[in-house]
């Protein structure tokens, strides 16, 4: 089942599961069906602050912030969204207390054995970037799991950014150059912006072209640094796991009125 959509006309996937929200309704007239971000990435961040505020540990903001995950990933398949890029660890976030490294560990293999079923039923495609070999065995076995059992689906492609970490990513890509300098496979002077693209974890990825982040923090916090340069950034006050539906159609809304210029002099003319 093909998820791309060819004209101006909201998803008829979208429609049942939105038709009780009316913010949600609202928004859907807004956008233009035929020109949405192809790739959506999103830092979702405030799940701590999220739980200070209720009066109750940090790791009941990340069980809570996992409601969020549920219905953006759903949301956006049904929307037709081509890819979306979740960014759930970063190779920083080792710095935490084990109690909570263990319990975001935990949530994780939660997720992926509960939401299994949704992947499958809208054709969603799992992925992950990151250094996966670096995270507990178990986690491991269960992110391949995810990734072969929905490997053959056409839909909507969800990559997990997993102890990911954007410089990480990119000494990778430069030891891979490296490596194939030395084996005679590359010549230095062939190496460009595609062969790097290609050797990143997101190779055969569209850049993204929205980037949310929550929370308020202005701040990238080594995430894909090499394929944001041309994203255009969301930033909302809302708290991870208070983030809706209608926050990502309404940055959908917003990123339709930006004017992409790449470094040109965009639409003006005189
Ligand atoms: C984001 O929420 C989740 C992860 C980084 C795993 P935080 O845990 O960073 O929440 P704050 O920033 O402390 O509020
Ligand atoms: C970014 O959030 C990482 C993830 C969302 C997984 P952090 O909460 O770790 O970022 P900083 O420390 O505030 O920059
Ligand atoms: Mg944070």
Redesign the pocket.
């Known amino acids: 089942m093909s998820r791309s959509v060819a004209s101006g006309v909201v998803p008829a996937d979208l429609l049942p599961y939105i038709e009780s929200d009316e913010e949600a309704c609202k928004l859907v007239e807004l956008i233009d069906w035929a020109s949405l971000p192809r790739h959506i990435a999103i830092?979702?961040?405030g799940n701590?602050r999220w739980a200070r505020h209720q009066g109750l540990p940090r790791v009941e903001g990340h069980r809570a912030g996992i409601t969020a995950v549920r219905e953006v990933v759903e949301t956006a398949a049904r929307a037709g969204i081509e890819t979306l890029t979740l960014?759930?660890?970063?190779a920083?976030?080792w710095k935490r207390p084990k109690e909570e490294i263990d319990a975001l560990m935990e949530l994780l293999k939660e997720y992926l054995s509960r939401e299994l079923g949704t992947m499958l039923e809208h054709s969603i495609r799992f992925e992950s970037i990151g250094r996966l070999d670096g995270l507990p065995e178990d986690v491991q076995e269960d992110v391949r799991n995810a990734i072969a059992a929905t490997s053959a689906n056409d839909g909507m492609r969800f990559i997990i950014?997993l102890n990911?970490g954007g410089r990480t990513e990119l000494v990778d890509a430069f030891r891979a150059a490296l490596e194939n300098v030395r084996s005679g496979e590359l010549d230095p002077g062939d190496l460009d912006e595609s062969w790097i693209a290609e050797h990143l974890y997101t190779a055969g990825v569209a850049d993204p072209d929205l980037l949310i982040r929550t929370?308020g923090?202005l701040?990238i916090?080594?995430?894909m640094l090499y394929q944001i340069a041309y994203a255009e950034i969301w930033v909302t006050s809302r708290l991870w796991p208070d983030f809706r539906r209608a926050d990502l159609l309404q940055s959908i809304v917003d990123f339709q009125k930006r004017e992409r210029r790449y470094g040109s002099v965009g639409g003006e003319t005189g």
């Not at 960014?87 to 970063?90: E, G, L, N, P, R």
């Open positions: 830092i979702m961040d701590g960014y759930a660890f970063s920083e976030n950014a990911y929370s923090e701040r916090s080594n995430f």
